[in-house]
């Protein structure tokens, strides 16, 4: 058996039962970062992702990350009805998710009814010794009928498993859960909130907040960063763009390069939110981006490539005609639905990546 | 990690834990850097009944940048002899390099590298094997293989 990692239940939220409820749900989540949209932007092809996600892929490569089509950075344009559906969605899921759950608790309920008959007219058929006599089996549910009573507002009666009081309305799947109170709170919390959630569907709760919340900017008031062009930019440039947008100018110039680049990255796409954070929380991501960045990059240390390459140049040289020679290759197609269309520019050499 | 990296691994283990493509296995996931699974080709191919073992390594960019992906070569699994598969389990396949897009996944790789050795015609090794193989950098990434496009 495989362990999972402990955090995996609380990095993804139930999925639907039903099939077709389970791939809208999936349509509206960014197939980059499979969470829900974050500010839902395309290309010109039309394919849809998170602003970051998208600002990252194509910053590695000017493409559709589904079709390949080439895309770039500049035009890159907000999905605002997708956005609107989507907050819409979140509000309408949860009433869905726990309308499935009833409707299959309801479902399972049906069955153990017709299984009780069941098992009352077969006891009472069978002459032969059973192990839960006819007899007992309907003196249970006669006792169970008698000493059904009512305790606040729910109608409380004896499970004929475990002989406690239980809720009436949810005993079967009281059963079901194995006779656990832990279990039949749950079941009584859930359709509690059903009962809330269609309140708040149909009721003045569920307009969304036209304001911005605490973390959030006011819509329209911030302006996007043009991206700098790093390859030509010195040590005492970086330090001032940093400066002006109030960052930490410490560290080497590669680590200064990509924090102002990612954080170009961050804020553009924080501009596309239709509820914009706030600069300082903008500023906690980057801080947290750089953190894991340099921790990820502990844990695998890089072949000096470089060196590599230096001392073994002779080889590798031969190995590009080599390789250049070689005839009978394939490369793995993709099993993306949309095939690539044209051929895979090859790099000239076969060498080391620095 | 990172945290869209965790995000997509955990959503990508839940996946595989529920249902995994005909002919692939979860051999070890207890963490979000390091991943192996066994790999099966299904129907006639030059491998039947060989069992091989993909290692996925991420890092923090995932799946912005690609996993590092090797077949595993040691005690217990070899690597399947292919013209794109070096005995060191380093792969010649252009959708772990230049040709990865972040919407593929570890299954999307784990089926690709089925079908590269369902449609093999003769077990052999890259012609450059024993060269590459002596001289290799230890992590596939960080060596750019040229990639013929003709397609099997
Ligand atoms: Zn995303
Ligand atoms: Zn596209
Ligand atoms: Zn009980």
Known sequence: ?354 | MGSIATRRLAKELRELSLECPTGIKILSANDFHTWRLSIEVMGDSLYQGQVFALQFIFDAQYPIASPEVTFVSDEHYKAPIHPHVYSNGHICASILGTEWSPILSVAAVCVTMQSMLASCKKLERPPDNDRYVRHAPKSPKNTRFVYDDDTV
Request: hydrophobic content about 30%; glycine content about 4%.
């Open chain 1, 1 to 354: 058996m495989v362990d999972l990692p402990r955090n995996i239940q609380d990095t993804d939220p139930e999925d639907f039962a039903n099939e077709l409820l389970r791939k809208v749900d999936n349509s509206l989540k960014c197939p980059i970062c499979k969470a829900y949209f974050d500010a839902a932007m395309y290309s010109d092809c039309g394919h849809t992702f998170c602003a970051v996600c998208l600002r990252e892929s194509l910053s590695v490569k000017q493409e559709c990350p589904i079709c390949r089509k080439p895309a770039k950075e500049l035009s890159m344009k907000k999905n605002i009805m997708l956005e609107d559906t989507l907050i819409l969605w979140q509000q309408a899921r949860d009433t869905l998710l726990t309308l499935e759950r009833l409707e299959a608790a309801k479902a399972s309920k049906k069955r153990k009814r017709s299984a009780s008959i069941q098992s009352i007219e077969s006891d009472s058929n069978e002459a032969g010794p059973s192990s839960r006599p006819a007899s007992t089996t309907v003196k249970k549910m006669k006792k169970r009928a008698e000493s059904t009573q009512k305790t606040g507002d729910s109608t409380m009666t004896e499970c004929p498993m475990c002989q406690n009081l239980v809720v009436e309305a949810i005993i079967n799947q009281h059963i079901d859960g194995g006779c656990n109170p832990e279990n039949d709170k749950k079941i009584t919390r859930d359709s509690q909130r059903a009962k809330d959630q269609w309140s708040s569907v149909f009721g003045k709760s569920a307009k969304r907040k036209a304001t911005p919340v605490k973390g959030e900017t006011e819509p329209g008031t911030l302006e996007k960063l043009p991206r700098g062009s790093y390859d030509i930019l010195k040590d005492k440039d970086l330090r001032r763009m940093l400066k002006e947008e109030g960052l930490p100018t410490d560290g080497e110039t590669e680590a200064m390069k990509s924090r102002h680049k990612q954080w170009v990255i961050f804020w553009n796409s924080n501009v596309d939110r239709k509820f914009p954070k706030s600069r300082e929380t903008v500023k906690e991501e980057l801080k947290k981006w750089e953190r894991e960045m340099a921790s990820s990059r502990r844990k695998r240390p890089q072949v000096n490539a470089v060196e590599h390459l230096k001392h073994h140049k002779t080889d590798f040289d031969k190995l590009v005609q080599n390789v250049r020679s070689r005839k009978p290759k394939s490369s793995a197609a993709a099993p993306s639905p949309n095939e690539v269309a044209e051929p895979v520019a090859p790099p000239d050499v076969m060498s080391i990546d620095d």
